[in-house]
C-alpha cells in the first residue's frame, strides 16, 4: 500500500517536470538554430522563395545525347550509381517507315552503335527527360503522410525523414521521374539542385550541358532566360492531357514523345 | 457528506491521464509533426543546405583567366569547365585541398563527339575506330580551342550521317561533289557559307530523263515534261538515299 502511493507521488512530480524540461530544451535549441542561419545569410541577400518560380526549358534539337546531365545529376545529387536510378536521364527516339517507335533509355549504359538500318529509320533523336515539377503534381496528391509537397518556388520536394516508402507517388507520376532509393528506401526525385538554386546557380545538368539544350530560369522575371526560352519557341510539354502543368517545357518536340 | 475515498483514487488517476495526454499533445510531440507548414519549412531547409559538388561556371574564371578568355573565342565557349574536369566545389574554395581532373583518354571526347545517327545534323562527330586510332584527341586538339588542326577534305568529316546515308544507296558512287558546289569559305564559317543545291530538273534529268545520252542503264528513267513539273526533283525524292526500301 506504501509503495503504491510513493509510486503515484513520484509519477505526479516525475511527468509533468520532464516535459517542462523538454520543452525549456527545445525552447533553447530552436533559439541557437536561428541565429547560426542569420550569420550564414549575412553577406548576400537573404533568398526569399516566394520571390521565384522556377522552370526548365529543354531544346529537343540541340541534345546531342552526350548523357553528361544524368552524369553530373548523379554526382551533385548522391543518386546511387547503378544504372538504373535516375533523377534525370536521356532517352533515343527512333522512329522507323512501319510507324514503329522505339524508345532506348541511353543513360542505361555504353552507348550501343546503330540499332536499325538507316534505311528504315525516319527521323531519330534524343530526349533529355527529368522530374517536371507539375504546378498540379499527382505524386503530391496521393501522398498518404504530407511527406512531397511543392516549395513556394516552385519545387516538388520529398522529405526523408517522413517518407514511410510506400511507393505510391512512384506508381502516381506519369514521367516515371521518381525512384525508391535504396539506402533510405525512401522516394527520390529531382529537386532542381534545390541546394543551387537557392544559392543563385544552375542545376547542375544545366550547368554542364555543352550544347545549352536545357535551359533554367525564373518564371516570375520577365528577363530570365526561361522567359525569352518559352518566347522565342513554339513550346510543348510532355502529356498536356493530364492536366498535370508541368513546368518544364519542350521546343522541337516531337508527337511520339510521350 | 463525506466523500468516499475510491472517488478520490480515481480522480488522482483520471487527472494524470487528462494531464498526460494533454503533455503528450502539446509538450512532447514536437511542433513539426503537426504542423505542416513548419514540417515543409524545416524540409525546405534541409534540401536547401545539402553540400554542393559543382562550384559554377563563374567560379573558375577568377584565377584561370587566360584558360577562360581563350574558350570564350572558342568553339567550346559554353561548356562548363567541371564537364571534363569532374566537379570542384572543394578545388574552388581551397585551391591547394584538392585537384580537379582529367580524362585525357579518347572516350572523354568520343562522349559527345562519336558518331551517332540521333545527334543533329551538323554536329562535329568522327568515327572514332577510323580516326587516328590510339591517338590520344589533345595530340591534335587543344580542348579549350578546338579547331581541326588541318581543314577537313572530306565532307564526311561533318556531314557523317548524309555520308552514311549515301553509302548504301544507289548513288553510292557520286561524290558529294558531283551536286554540291561548296564554297572555299564554306569549310571555315559553314552556316554562312552554305554550297549550292541542283536548281533545275535537268540536273537530275541528264540521268533520270527518257533518252538522256549517255546515263547509265540502271537508273531508272521519268519523263521530266509530265512528271511532277511544278517542283525540283530533291522537294520529293531524298537524292542522299533515292530508293527508300528496296
Redesign the interface.
Known amino acids: 500500500m506504501n509503495e503504491r502511493r510513493e509510486f503515484l507521488k513520484g509519477a505526479i512530480v516525475f511527468f509533468p517536470a520532464a516535459g517542462v524540461l523538454a520543452a525549456l530544451a527545445r525552447e533553447v535549441a530552436g533559439r541557437e538554430a536561428p541565429a547560426k542561419d542569420a550569420g550564414a545569410k549575412d553577406a548576400p541577400k537573404p533568398y526569399t522563395p516566394a520571390d521565384h518560380f522556377y522552370g526548365m526549358g529543354i531544346e529537343i534539337d540541340k541534345c546531342i545525347g552526350c548523357n553528361l546531365c544524368a552524369v553530373a545529376c548523379k554526382a551533385e545529387n548522391r543518386v546511387p550509381d547503378e544504372p538504373f536510378y535516375f533523377r534525370t536521364w536521356v532517352e533515343r527516339y527512333t522512329i522507323m517507315r512501319d510507324g514503329e517507335v522505339i524508345v532506348e533509355n541511353i543513360s542505361l549504359g555504353p552507348q550501343k552503335e546503330t540499332m536499325a538500318d538507316a534505311r528504315e529509320v525516319v527521323r531519330t533523336f534524343f530526349v533529355p527527360k527529368l522530374c517536371n515539377q507539375c504546378q498540379n503534381p499527382p505524386c503530391v496528391q496521393v501522398c498518404p503522410v504530407n511527406a512531397t509537397f511543392t516549395t513556394p518556388d516552385g519545387a516538388v520536394i520529398v522529405d526523408e525523414t517522413r517518407c514511410i516508402g510506400c511507393r505510391y507517388c512512384i506508381q502516381a507520376c506519369p514521367y516515371g521521374a521518381r525512384y525508391l532509393h535504396p539506402a533510405t528506401r525512401t522516394a527520390d526525385k529531382c529537386t532542381f539542385c534545390y541546394q543551387r538554386i537557392v544559392k543563385g546557380l544552375q542545376p547542375a545538368c544545366v550547368e554542364v550541358c555543352p550544347t545549352q539544350a536545357r535551359i533554367f530560369g525564373d518564371l516570375k522575371s520577365r528577363a530570365s532566360r526561361l522567359v525569352r526560352f518559352k518566347r522565342m519557341n513554339k513550346i510543348h510539354v510532355l502529356k498536356p492531357q493530364l492536366n498535370t502543368e508541368p513546368k518544364v517545357y519542350y521546343a522541337q518536340l516531337d508527337g511520339e514523345v510521350r | 457528506m463525506r466523500i468516499p475515498e475510491q472517488v478520490h483514487r480515481l480522480a ?1 488517476v483520471l487527472a ?1 491521464v487528462i ?2 495526454t494533454l ?1 503528450t499533445r502539446f ?2 510531440i ?1 511542433r513539426s509533426l503537426v504542423s ?1 507548414e513548419l ?2 519549412a ?3 531547409q ?9 562550384a ?2 563563374t567560379a573558375c574564371q577568377d584565377c584561370h583567366e587566360d584558360v577562360a578568355a581563350k574558350k570564350a573565342k572558342s568553339f ?1 565557349r ?3 569547365c ?2 571534363c574536369h ?2 570542384s566545389i572543394k578545388h574552388a574554395e581551397d585551391p591547394s585541398a584538392a585537384k580537379p581532373t582529367v580524362l585525357r583518354e579518347r572516350k572523354l571526347c568520343a ?2 563527339h ?1 558518331y ?5 545534323t551538323g ?1 562535329p562527330q568522327i568515327n572514332v575506330t577510323a580516326h587516328n586510332p590510339l591517338k590520344a584527341c589533345v595530340t591534335c586538339h587543344n580542348p579549350h580551342d578546338p579547331v581541326p588542326p588541318k581543314v577537313p577534305k572530306e565532307c564526311a568529316a561533318c556531314h557523317a550521317q548524309i555520308e ?2 549515301k553509302a ?1 544507296s544507289s548513288h553510292a558512287l557520286l561524290t558529294c561533289t558531283t551536286c554540291h558546289k561548296a564554297p572555299e569559305r564554306h569549310k571555315t564559317a559553314p552556316r554562312t557559307a552554305l554550297p549550292s543545291k541542283p536548281d533545275s530538273r535537268d540536273f537530275c534529268g541528264a540521268c533520270h530523263g527518257q533518252g538522256a545520252a549517255g546515263a547509265p542503264k540502271e537508273a531508272p528513267k521519268v519523263d521530266l515534261s509530265t512528271h511532277g513539273a511544278r517542283n525540283l526533283c530533291w522537294e520529293c525524292h531524298y537524292p542522299h ?1 533515292p ?4
Open positions: 488522482i494524470i494531464g498526460g503533455l509538450v512532447i514536437p505542416t514540417h515543409w524545416q524540409t525546405t534541409r534540401e536547401a543546405t545539402r553540400p554542393l559538388k559543382f559554377g561556371s567550346h559554353v561548356l562548363a567541371e564537364g569532374t566537379p562522349t559527345c562519336a551517332d545517327p540521333s545527334r543533329p554536329f552514311r546515308a548504301v538515299l530508293e527508300g526500301r528496296s
